[in-house]
């Protein structure tokens, strides 16, 4: 069985993100809810297919499976 990476759970609309965050190793939910404002915005200005918005609703994600 294949196992699976935060990412993976993440749906469909998500596509550019996750592509993204796996080129640059971000695949751990760990070192996603540390991700602060200005490294959300840097990824934006690297790659303008990720979305601001979904950057930060992928960190929340992160922060909250963390806290649990």
């Avoid at 759970?9 to 070192?31: A, G, V």
């Avoid at 602060?36 to 994600?61: G, V, W």
Wanted: overall charge positive; charged content about 30%; hydrophobic content about 40%.
């Amino acid at each position: 069985m294949k196992i699976k990476t935060f990412l993976d759970f993440l749906p469909s609309n998500f596509r550019h993100e996750k592509s993204f965050l796996i080129q640059k190793n971000l695949t751990d939910y760990k070192k996603l809810s540390n991700l602060s404002d200005l490294d959300i915005n840097e990824i934006q200005r690297k790659s303008s297919l990720c979305t601001l918005n979904n950057l930060k609703k992928i960190r929340a994600i992160a922060i909250f499976k963390k806290e649990i």
